[in-house]
């Protein structure tokens, strides 16, 4: 069973339809209770850095989160702000985020001349996965995924780094620390590309990048 987390941030009923499309048996949270029997979690999130904190804070998410993650290393996939929540902080709050990767999320700095690239980054762009990688398949650099953000996380550890996108400069697109995974793009309006991560994700046993099959595209 994936439990997707409902905090009020957002898109969790297209998270819930995308996983239910690929055969995976998933349901939404009502409340930290739910979350003790899932074998995997998902922390979707659309809005500011704050507020999301403030939620899981306020409907008493964080020290179930923290027992289930880091006590008992049930897999986790954020997505969008959800990724960045796992990060110590942004530069787009003052609360602490999570802090289960070592990293810190930042907003995109293009020069201010010159550029003509936009903030938010909206629309479909290239994921480059890291070399070995099972979330992303051998020939996945034709892979594109749905982004819609202004922040992104910078990861102290390399090896952290699931997956990199250019927009302006690179930039880490997905990450991975044991049983805990993000993406900054959305899988769920993702359409096959997205189909096939969330089918990699419900396969996944929580630690190696193991062997474990994609739905065919």
């Known amino acids: 069973m994936i439990v997707v987390i409902d905090y009020d941030m957002g898109n969790v009923g297209s998270v819930i339809n995308m996983l239910k499309k690929v055969g995976a048996e998933a349901r939404l949270s009502q409340g930290p209770q ?4 899932a074998e995997k979690l998902v922390l979707p999130g659309v809005g ?22 880091i006590a008992e290393k049930r897999p986790i996939l954020g997505v969008c702000l959800g990724m960045q929540l796992l990060t110590r902080q942004s530069e787009e709050g003052k609360l602490p985020g999570l802090g289960w990767i070592a ?3 930042i907003r995109f700095r293009f020069p201010s001349e010159g550029s003509v690239l936009k903030i938010p980054h909206m629309g479909w762009n290239f994921v ?14 034709d892979e594109r995924f749905y982004f819609v953000h202004s922040y992104h996380v910078v990861c102290d550890q390399p090896e952290d780094m699931l997956a990199t996108t250019e927009y302006g400069y690179e930039f880490t697109s997905a990450i991975q ?5 993000g993406t900054q793009f959305h899988p769920e309006k993702s359409h096959r590309y997205g189909m096939a991560f969330y089918s990699r994700f419900a396969a996944w046993d929580g630690w190696s990048d193991g062997s474990f099959d994609a739905i065919q595209l």
């Open 48 to 69: 500011a850095f704050d507020d999301g904190m403030a939620n899981l804070a306020r409907l008493g998410y964080l020290s179930a989160l923290n027992r289930l993650v």
């Open 128 to 141: 480059r996965p890291r070399a070995g990688s099972k979330f992303f398949p051998a020939e996945s650099v």
């Open 103 to 105: 990293a810190d999320t």
């Open 177 to 181: 620390r044991k049983n805990i995974v």
């Open 34 to 37: 739910d979350l003790w029997d």
